[in-house]
């Protein structure tokens, strides 16, 4: 249920209802990668470009305040390693009240769908959104398609995913993209919840906006796009294009065109 302080507290993470979020909880996931060493500098760089809000499992919130020029904060609950036995049993990392003790504005939480940990993913998620709706937190929920025999670019197994974080009381869901616009217009009509994506690993900025060019020429609502963003030589410059596209309706060669980068890219 969206209570009035879920709805002020979404309109902090996001402008008029779209959303440019930069992941950056990877730390746990993959170590200390380029962009988040000093993520600081990384913190002030997105959100200088435009990026609505950035996510950090709760330990990183210290350094985020300070650099995040007034944008929105969204704290991790949980996660895994990929040197760690099975990456996709995520484990709990933080609750509700560890987030709003730290300042978010909102919580995520990532759901394996169709892997041998959805059940207990499944349980931890409905949990979350119960603890969160006490509060007035919104939920972002990265409900992904991902498990033996599952195809994590189908956009039927994506339409499942989305309508599952619906169905668990999420406020936003992030999932993967389908490939392209006519397909992804599936998943985004699979549920009343604004639809963002993953941006996956860093492809070359012309993919990468035009990765965002689709989502939103399919009615979906954004992207929640970590690697892509902050690994970037100039992560200013990439979330500059990704919001021109999110926020402005541009064009892919007018995003990349404001935003300094090559064309040819």
């Given at each position: ?12 993470i ?11 909880d990877?730390?746990?996931t ?27 499992q ?35 990392t ?58 994590s ?40 919840l ?53 926020h ?18």
């Amino acid at each position: 249920m969206t209570t009035t302080g879920t709805q002020a507290r979404l309109e902090r993470i996001g402008t008029d209802g779209n959303y440019v979020i930069v992941p950056m909880d990877h730390g746990i996931t993959m170590g200390a990668v380029q962009g988040l060493k000093d993520i600081e500098s990384t913190i002030d760089g997105v959100t200088r470009g435009g990026a609505d809000a950035v996510l950090t499992q709760k330990g990183i919130a210290p350094r985020v305040h300070e650099n995040k020029n007034g944008q929105g904060y969204i704290v991790h609950l949980n996660g895994s390693t990929t040197i760690g036995p099975d990456e996709r049993d995520k484990r709990m990392t933080g609750t509700v009240e560890e987030a709003i003790r730290a300042g978010a504005d909102a919580v995520s939480f990532h759901i394996n769908v169709g892997s041998d940990h959805e059940p207990d993913q499944i349980t931890q998620l409905a949990e979350v959104t119960e603890a969160a709706d006490r509060f007035g937190i919104p939920v972002l929920a990265m409900a992904y398609a991902r498990g033996p025999g599952v195809d994590s670019e189908d956009a039927e197994a994506l339409g499942h995913a989305v309508r599952l974080a619906e169905e668990l009381g999420a406020d936003l869901v992030k999932t993967g993209y389908s490939g392209d616009a006519e397909s992804f217009q599936h998943v985004v009509e699979s549920t009343r919840l604004p639809v963002v994506i993953a941006g996956g690993s860093k492809g070359t900025d012309r993919e990468t906006i035009e990765m965002v060019r689709g989502v939103m020429d399919a009615g979906g609502s954004g992207v929640s796009m970590g690697r892509s963003i902050f690994q970037h030589e100039n992560p200013e410059a990439i979330a500059t294009a990704v919001s021109g596209v999110v926020h402005d309706d541009l064009s892919v060669d007018e995003a990349l065109r404001e935003a300094g980068l090559a064309l040819e890219a």
